[in-house]
């Protein structure tokens, strides 16, 4: 999983980061609104502080894609209830223990997600069937953790998730498929659906 953690002041984001990384997620820090929307990375996760230079947290909200978690001392009710009605999954209010964000990026990113008959790991990148334990790569995982909590993935979805066009997703499903022994049935123009 690949995080990108916004924040202005450099020694939170260097302890934020390293929380992350003890956690066995890829991190990159950015120090301002603008640094980030320059980024040709997709991140799962974007951890935006409200009070940035340049692009200010709430802006930024709806400029990037994806899921997003705020940590910030702006403890403002009208701040924070615009935040989660631009759909950020959480906000964590300054100053905050490891614990806490331990917590919430576990809601986030849960260790366990049960996939049709499987167990997923994401953070491990395994996947478990009975005894059988089946490692994935990192495109694998974030295309399995589509199917969290749902049967269905976009083409929009899927393209911010994995990049592959056409040709080279078929190619990556059949993989998959036999590796996992999870079937796919494509949804020509809308996405893919694992099949029961």
Do not use: C, W
Not at 22 to 39: A, R
Not at 45 to 72: H, R, T
Not at 86 to 91: A, N, R
Not at 95 to 121: A, C, M, Q, R, T
């Amino acid at each position: 999983m690949k995080i990108a953690v916004i924040e202005d002041d450099k020694e939170l984001n260097f302890i934020i980061s390293k929380i992350l990384k003890s956690l066995d997620y890829e991190v990159e820090s950015f120090f301002d609104g603008e640094e980030i929307l320059n980024s040709k990375t997709l991140f799962d996760l974007y951890i935006i502080d409200i009070n940035l230079p340049k692009i200010n947290g709430i802006e930024l909200i709806d400029l990037l894609p994806g899921k997003k978690l705020v940590i910030s001392a702006n403890t403002n009710p009208n701040t924070i209830d615009t935040a989660y009605k631009k759909g950020v999954v959480d906000y964590i209010k300054k100053p905050f223990i490891k614990e806490e964000l331990i917590h919430k990026l576990n809601k986030i990113f849960p260790p366990e997600i049960k996939i049709s008959d499987f167990v997923l790991k994401p953070t491990q990148r395994i996947l478990l069937k009975n005894d059988k334990i089946i490692i994935l790569t990192k495109d694998e995982t974030k295309f399995l953790l589509l199917f969290k909590d749902k049967t269905f993935a976009t083409l929009e979805e899927i393209k911010q998730s994995i990049d592959k066009e056409a040709n080279s997703l078929y190619v990556f499903l059949s993989k998959l498929k036999k590796k996992s022994g999870i079937e796919f049935e494509n949804i020509k123009g809308f996405g893919y659906k694992i099949k029961e």
